[in-house]
């Protein structure tokens, strides 16, 4: 074959053009899931271990938190309901626009953002935060964007914030969307410990799902 008389062509980045393509798969797979109509996982319903943390035995305090993957904002308005400084962050904006209608119908004032978790700096969510929540978020980003949501919530975080989080277990669902293969990954108790440091974790509880899930709670180093 003939080439074009010349060696200053650069090299395809094949790596970084992988990595393009699973986002964009990522992408269009959630997309889809909302132009179906309801998600699988929109059940509408705020889980106990949230309830938990905030209603129960050692309830946090109101103050500033930050959800991640709000999908259509039940659990961002149920923080504003109880007093919290909700900010929430979906990557799609239908998701983001059905939020918003739920936290008006429900008369709270959270602030949503249609944006991708993994590059906070893009929006405007100065922080500090005392509470970042994940619902199934993180256990779908592609792995090579994780240590940048890592480092985005680590540069947001109060000193002794909290983060919830909720996350499959590697393959548990046999991967419903093959091309995505982040998803088979899932999230494990040592990714988190490696993946963030200047974090404790404090708890790792097994969800109550037919396949391996977690409940995963993380603790920010006061002293840093
Ligand atoms: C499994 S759903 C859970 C949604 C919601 N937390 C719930 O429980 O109903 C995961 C959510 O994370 C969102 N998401 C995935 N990757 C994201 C990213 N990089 N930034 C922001 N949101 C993301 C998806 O759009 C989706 O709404």
């Not at 992988?18 to 132009?35: C, M």
């Not at 959800?67 to 239908?94: F, K, M």
């Not at 969307?177 to 490696?194: H, I, N, Q, Y």
Request: negative net charge.
């Amino acid at each position: 074959m003939n080439r074009p008389h010349t060696t200053q062509q650069p090299e395809p980045d094949s790596t970084t053009t992988q990595q393009d393509r699973e986002e964009e798969s990522v992408y269009r797979a959630l997309e889809g899931y909302y132009r179906a109509g309801k998600a699988p996982w929109d059940t509408g319903v705020t889980p106990p271990e949230l309830v938990d943390l905030i209603e129960g035995p050692g309830t946090l305090p109101p103050g500033r938190a930050l959800e991640l993957g709000c999908g259509t904002g039940t659990n961002a308005t149920y923080l504003a309901r109880h007093g919290w400084e909700v900010t929430a962050v979906d990557l799609i904006d239908s998701a983001v626009g059905q939020a918003r209608e739920k936290a008006e119908a429900a008369g709270v004032a959270v602030r949503l953002l249609h944006g991708d978790a993994t590059r906070l700096d893009e929006l405007d969510v100065p922080g500090p935060f005392d509470l970042f929540f994940d619902l199934s978020c993180y256990c779908g980003i592609p792995l090579h964007r994780r240590d940048a949501y890592a480092a985005g919530l680590t540069h947001r975080a109060a000193p002794g914030a909290r983060l919830l989080m909720f996350g499959y277990g590697p393959e548990p669902l046999g991967n419903p969307v093959p091309e995505v293969t982040s998803w088979a990954a899932g999230v494990t108790a040592d990714e988190l410990r490696t993946r963030f440091p200047g974090w404790e974790l404090l708890d790792v509880t097994p969800g109550t799902n037919s396949v391996p899930t977690f409940w995963f709670t993380l603790h920010r180093n006061a002293r840093l």
